[in-house]
């Protein structure tokens, strides 16, 4: 399981979202995590389940 940290939560984008056969799914950009330097770092994919899924899933129906 993957954990964030909140400040990462925070800055989540709607253009970030991808919904796929296997669920729901963040994709991180590099610039957004503490390894923005890293220069072998990339963006990081998280699935969204349980609770984080359904938040989610109600904020972007109340998206106009």
């Given at each position: 399981?993957?954990?964030?940290?909140?400040?990462?939560?925070v800055?989540?984008?709607?253009?970030e979202?991808?919904?796929?056969?296997?669920?729901?799914?963040?994709?991180?950009?590099?610039?957004?995590t503490?390894?923005?330097?890293?220069?072998?770092?990339?963006?990081?994919?998280?699935?969204?389940?349980?609770?984080?899924?359904?938040?989610?899933?109600?904020?972007l129906?109340?998206?106009?």
């Amino acid at each position: 399981m993957d954990w964030l940290r909140g400040g990462e939560i925070v800055v989540m984008e709607g253009k970030e979202l991808s919904k796929e056969p296997d669920g729901l799914w963040w994709t991180i950009p590099k610039a957004k995590t503490r390894n923005t330097n890293r220069a072998s770092a990339t963006d990081h994919r998280v699935p969204l389940a349980g609770r984080a899924e359904k938040l989610v899933q109600r904020r972007l129906e109340l998206r106009v």
